[in-house]
């Protein structure tokens, strides 16, 4: 089992950057395969980035790809988000998940933990 904590969120403006942090504690961190989704009010959740085990492949949503860099390192047990180039769209809460098996990355219901998810706001 792991256990998720998002963090860095905030007021960003438009072009603006951010990190999100996702810290994780379990000593089988490095056998998860990690995700970030996001979700704006009275949308549904979306699928923003997700990474392999040993962070050797990462997939993007098309809209944030070129801007958002996603990275793990499973020495301290944490998953990154780098968010450049923010637009007022990317306003969402961002959540960090954790799935044993990545049938399919861009799917929530592939992933088997959630952290409580960071607010992201970004005005124009």
């Known amino acids: 089992q792991v256990q998720l904590v998002e963090s860095g969120g905030g007021l960003v403006q438009a072009g603006g950057s951010l990190r999100l942090s996702c810290a994780a504690s379990?000593?089988?961190?490095?056998?998860?395969?990690l995700g970030w989704f996001r979700q704006a009010p009275g949308k549904e959740r979306e699928f923003v980035a997700a990474?392999?085990?040993?962070?050797?492949?990462?997939y993007y949503a098309d809209s944030v790809k070129g801007r958002f860099t996603s990275s793990r390192d499973n020495a301290k047990n944490t998953l990154s988000l780098q968010m450049n180039g923010l637009k007022p769209e990317d306003t969402a809460v961002y959540y960090c998940?954790?799935?044993?098996?990545?049938?399919?990355?861009?799917?929530?219901?592939?992933?088997?933990?959630w952290g409580q998810g960071t607010q992201v706001t970004v005005s124009s």
């Open positions: 998940a954790a799935s044993k098996q990545l049938i399919d990355p861009r799917s929530s219901a592939t992933y088997d933990y």
């Open positions: 990474i392999t085990w040993n962070g050797g492949t990462t």
């Open positions: 379990g000593r089988t961190f490095s056998s998860y395969r």
